[in-house]
């Protein structure tokens, strides 16, 4: 089925995170290995375009699966400059685009034509085809895809793309800076596009460019990646019942890994079995901004917080082995500010055991309503947009850009 320039707004539905079924095997192909060299084929008098890094600019922990390019992170996605009359992109579901429902959970993506966004849409179908420009004259157009919603429920692949023999797709330009972004619901994007505080969670209202983590990169002229998970922490997910630890839904455990989904790449491949390749994106800065969700489990006793920093001390040690000559700005705050003694208390441990002085702490301003509320008492665009111009004005002052 094929889609044309059009927007789709759903509201949202579903707050409890259940895995989903995708009735799939369990052998895991392997992964195609790129090459240095652009992977083109001719089919049918058309040029067969696969979104290898030599064609286009893979945005964020991406992995190429028989001549598909698989996202699941937010903000994960593709960039490349596209040069002829007409451009059609096909992406490939995941199981949630199998399960009977009405869209909830699929992933959302946005496509963008220089700039502006053209498509918005969930992938409720096993495969979707965009016509995403056309012209009567050929003309190079900058075009992006970007995964809005998040890992864990759902992700979505890009197909090779068709093009005419005379036509050309090449990697959009490098940006001047690189960030990478660890965090939560916050920095997916959460509930942004629903500003009612009682609705609960829907994929279809998350957009991570609306969140502080994308706004500070734009913000930048950097290029990004992200790992982010609704109601992760460090020690603990959120939890209801601060007698009751969630252990499981913790982000180091898949801080080296191409993400965590209830679903599987290419029908067969969890995300969280494929290790990340840190030679592919080397950031100048790393922010971490996790602790919301482990506050609902410490809820400021003493032990529970002394095990948060002392374990987010560990968790910093493997962010500096990966990432051995990016400054860290460890953050917190702008759902509450509780935990932020238990963040400089971590920095403080690490910098101690290590004498790493490339780290930094920052707390970010508590919501207080004067600006909204979107989801689940999320953060607003606008409360976003403020977070931002605090953490890219830090990071201008630290790193003297």
């Not at 989801?375 to 947009?385: E, F, Q």
């Amino acid at each position: 089925m094929k889609k044309t320039f059009k927007h789709i707004c759903r509201t949202a539905a579903l707050f409890c995170v259940l895995p989903l079924l995708c009735g799939c095997g369990s052998d895991s192909p392997a992964p195609a290995e790129e090459t240095e060299t652009s992977i083109v084929t001719e089919v049918n008098g058309m040029r067969k375009i696969i979104a290898d890094s030599s064609n286009v600019k893979q945005l964020g922990r991406t992995q190429l699966i028989d001549e598909t390019l698989w996202l699941a992170f937010s903000g994960t996605g593709a960039d490349f400059d596209y040069t002829g009359k007409k451009l059609d992109i096909t992406l490939k579901g995941d199981g949630s685009s199998l399960l009977p429902k009405d869209g909830e959970n699929c992933a959302r993506v946005a496509i963008y034509v220089d700039g502006e966004r053209v498509i918005d849409d969930m992938i409720d179908k096993p495969e979707e085809n965009y016509t995403v420009f056309e012209s009567d004259e050929a003309k190079t157009v900058n075009v992006k895809i970007v995964k809005l919603s998040e890992t864990a429920m759902s992700t979505f692949g890009i197909k090779p793309i068709e093009i005419q023999p005379d036509e050309t797709i090449v990697p959009a330009a490098e940006r001047s800076h690189k960030i990478e972004f660890v965090g939560d619901s916050i920095t997916c994007g959460y509930g942004v596009d629903d500003e009612v505080a009682e609705h609960p969670f829907h994929t279809s209202t998350e957009d991570v460019t609306k969140a502080y983590a994308y706004k500070t990169a734009q913000a930048l002229d950097a290029d990004y990646s992200m790992v982010s998970i609704s109601g992760y922490g460090i020690i603990s997910g959120w939890t209801a019942n601060p007698n009751n630890k969630v252990p499981n839904q913790t982000i180091p455990q898949y801080y080296t890994k191409l993400g965590f989904s209830y679903q599987k790449f290419a029908s067969m491949t969890p995300p969280s079995s494929l290790e990340w390749d840190f030679s592919k994106f080397v950031p100048e800065v790393v922010v971490v901004n996790l602790g919301t969700n482990d506050d609902s489990y410490v809820q400021g006793n003493a032990e529970k917080q002394k095990e948060y920093s002392e374990t987010y001390a560990e968790f910093l040690k493997v962010i500096r082995e990966k990432n051995p000559d990016a400054e860290i700005f460890c953050t917190l705050g702008i759902m509450g500010q509780r935990l932020f003694p238990g963040v400089e208390d971590a920095v403080k441990l690490y910098t101690d055991a290590t004498g790493d002085k490339k780290i930094h702490t920052f707390m970010f301003d508590a919501q207080d309503g004067s600006l909204g509320y979107a989801a689940d008492w999320h953060p607003t665009a606008a409360t976003h947009d403020k977070a931002s111009e605090a953490l890219a004005a830090e990071i201008k002052s630290v790193m003297g850009w």
